[in-house]
């Protein structure tokens, strides 16, 4: 196999093919992770084979295997070509495989190969093993976690995929795979790809103990606070002036979108610098959306406020408890002076990224996020 996602089998010259005494293939494998979470669901790619005759097979096998290497246990084998053929191959496997063999087989007395090596072949391009069937999106990858977190991590996580909006136009994660990771930075890298339309997701945990995965537009609730002490600071650490997409071909081939060049932003900061966004996706067009998107949420310094939280109100000013607000909610301060003389100005209103609420003490500390701009109260 090659690092752009193509296998390649090709009898040797004088070697010896056929089933006499066991059979004598050449194979690539695929396994699922020792002790993984979950087994091999299906298999697609585009092939060519060229063999000599129609006593050349191309099969697959999928296989229950031990540790180790001991023994892989074949569940089914799967007939694709007797004799030359190309096509497009897309083969579900047994429930609960862990591995999937493919492989060329010469169904025949033992004889020996007289072409020369590379004259027949099979070559399997675009290849893709997944574990459930495609598209493979977030909010599956987020259904999958709140069902083993429920289980096995914490009693206070629920099963519950209630929040979880599977309705979403979500992109198909190519490269999805992650092993040995901590789920809490699965769930915040799948929020951060957005969605297709190049909406703004959001993840968290609600105080039900169920995990929520939308569109911030659709979590977010308007809240009016008085508030306390403040911190406040800004970074440029998140600034970009320029920003390219990494996608990948049909074919699996790492390409590059252009680059994207906000020269106001270098002008307005006094340097330049360059982000790299890794699109899911195999079209241009979508990897240049997602470059743009992601360059236009880059051109603003990041400032960032941590407050005390006096009291909250619904909009119509009904006084609500501290624990009510959450991640995401929106913010009007009442108590800070307004800029611009409208409820809605850019240093009243903020987004909540974290908060702490103290029951003791009825004490609730908010951190915001950005889209935020204070150049008035930090300057």
């Known amino acids: ?36 979470l979950r087994n091999l669901a299906r298999i697609s790619f585009d092939y060519t084979l060229t063999v ?8 697959i096998g999928d296989a229950f295997d031990t540790p180790y ?67 493979i999106t977030a909010a599956m990858i987020a259904q999958h976690i709140a069902s083993y977190a429920s289980t096995h991590l914490s009693p206070r996580i629920s099963s519950s995929t209630a929040r979880i909006n599977a309705g979403l136009p979500y992109h198909d994660l190519l490269n999805a795979l992650w092993e040995d990771a901590d789920m809490r930075n699965v769930l915040r890298e799948i929020t951060a790809m ?73 002008q307005r900061f006094g340097y330049r610098s360059i982000a790299q966004i890794d699109a899911p996706t195999t079209s241009e067009t979508t990897a240049n959306a997602l470059r743009s998107a992601e360059l236009s949420r880059r051109v603003e310094a990041q400032a960032m406020a941590r407050f005390t939280v006096r009291s909250v109100y619904q909009p119509l000013g009904e006084r609500v408890p501290l624990w009510r607000v959450r991640p995401y909610d929106v913010l009007t301060i009442r108590n800070l002076p307004s800029i611009s003389g409208l409820l809605r100005d850019p240093i009243r209103r903020v987004r909540v990224l974290a908060v702490e609420y103290d029951a003791d003490r009825d004490r609730l500390t908010v951190e915001v996020e950005d889209p935020i701009t204070l150049p008035a109260m930090i300057a």
């Not at 005759?53 to 191309?58: A, I």
């Not at 084998?77 to 497009?88: A, N, R, W």
């Not at 090596?117 to 675009?126: A, D, E, S």
């Not at 939308?214 to 600071?233: A, K, T």
């Open 52 to 59: 000599p005759d129609t006593t050349w097979e191309m099969r």
């Open 1 to 36: 196999m090659d690092n752009n996602n193509r296998l390649y089998i090709s009898p040797n010259n004088n070697a010896v093919f056929g089933y006499t005494g066991g059979g004598k293939n050449g194979i690539w494998a695929y396994r699922a992770p020792h002790r993984g």
């Open 194 to 266: 957005g969605d297709a339309s190049g909406a703004r997701l959001a993840c968290g945990v609600w105080e039900d103990g169920m995990i929520v995965l939308d569109r911030l537009s659709n979590l977010e609730r308007e809240w009016l606070v008085d508030v306390g002490e403040w911190r406040l600071s800004r970074s440029l650490k998140r600034i970009a002036s320029q920003a390219y997409a990494t996608y990948r071909s049909p074919g699996g081939q790492r390409l590059r979108t252009t680059t994207a060049v906000r020269e106001d932003v270098a």
């Open 69 to 135: 290497d001991a023994f892989w246990f074949f569940l089914a084998l799967y007939l694709i070509s007797v004799g030359s053929s190309s096509g497009t191959v897309v083969q579900s496997l047994t429930p609960g495989a862990m591995g999937i063999i493919v492989y060329i087989y010469r169904n025949a007395p033992d004889a020996t190969y007289t072409g020369q090596t590379g004259t027949h072949f099979l070559r399997c391009t675009n290849v893709r093993v997944t574990t459930a069937t495609p598209p």
